[in-house]
């Protein structure tokens, strides 16, 4: 199937810092990402949906301005973290779509996520 | 309120039974329904799916059953490997297409060899 890496894989930072969480489809063009967010032994939650080319589209309860979602180019989906706090300590996963990959659920391809640590 | 549920944390399986995996949702509108298996500190990968048009699909030792009816699916995995050992969550979406998953909160499966 087809790959979508994130980057950083972990990552540690301080409270009131800034992070930034990137997903990228590998080998083929996503025009849909989608960000998640799972706490431990919950499950993966909807932040927002992001198409490229327009803003995000961010679940309720899910603050805008504090996740900044930027999906600039068919293979690139930037998530980043503003002012981060202990409570937004959590797995961020990606997943990107494509109707050129397949265009079904099953070619909604995930990232192998990001652990967030902030202190 | 939780769409999708999975009401079993965990489940332990000998080597070689069968391991069934359950799943009930609330959400009329869902139409499509996946499994996805994940390790930890890993992406969830796709297992098999189930359309609403169907009450089986089976591909190799995965088989994944869909009452409408009572809202419920189910995962069977026959026989059970030590490899299958993960969090296996289930997911529902209105169609097939880029439209958003919700998911369930995930099953432990521990196959015993």
């Known amino acids: 199937g087809a790959v979508v890496s994130q980057h950083p894989s972990w990552v540690i930072c301080k409270s009131g810092t800034s992070v930034k969480i990137e997903c990228r489809s590998l080998?083929?063009?996503?025009?849909?990402m989608f960000w998640y967010r799972q706490f431990p032994k919950q499950s993966l939650m909807l932040m927002a949906t992001?198409?490229?080319?327009?803003?995000?589209?961010?679940e309720q309860g899910v603050e805008k301005d504090k996740f900044l979602i930027n999906h600039a180019s068919l293979t690139l989906s930037t998530l980043t973290v503003t002012s981060a706090h202990p409570e937004d300590s959590s797995f961020y996963i990606c997943?990107?779509?494509?109707?050129?990959?397949?265009?079904?659920?099953?070619?909604?391809?995930f990232g192998p996520g990001t652990r967030l640590l902030v202190l | 309120d939780q769409q999708v549920k999975q009401n079993s944390p965990s489940l332990s399986v000998q080597e070689g039974r069968i391991s069934i995996l359950n799943c009930d949702y609330t959400?009329?509108?869902?139409?499509?329904f996946l499994w996805y298996k994940k390790y930890p500190a890993e992406g969830p990968t796709f297992l098999i799916s189930i359309s609403s048009i169907k009450d089986k699909n089976e591909d190799g030792r995965f088989t994944v059953f869909l009452n409408k009816s009572a809202k419920h699916l189910s995962l069977h995995i026959v026989p059970s490997q030590p490899g299958d050992s993960a969090v296996y969550f289930c997911?529902?979406?209105?169609?097939?297409?880029?439209?958003?998953?919700?998911f369930g909160k995930g099953t432990r499966l521990s196959v015993i060899a």
């Open positions: 997943s990107a779509w494509s109707p050129l990959a397949g265009g079904t659920q099953e070619t909604q391809y």
């Open positions: 959400n009329s509108m869902f139409d499509y």
């Open positions: 080998d083929f063009q996503a025009t849909t």
């Open positions: 997911a529902a979406s209105p169609n097939s297409g880029n439209t958003p998953l919700v």
């Open positions: 992001s198409n490229e080319g327009s803003k995000a589209t961010y």
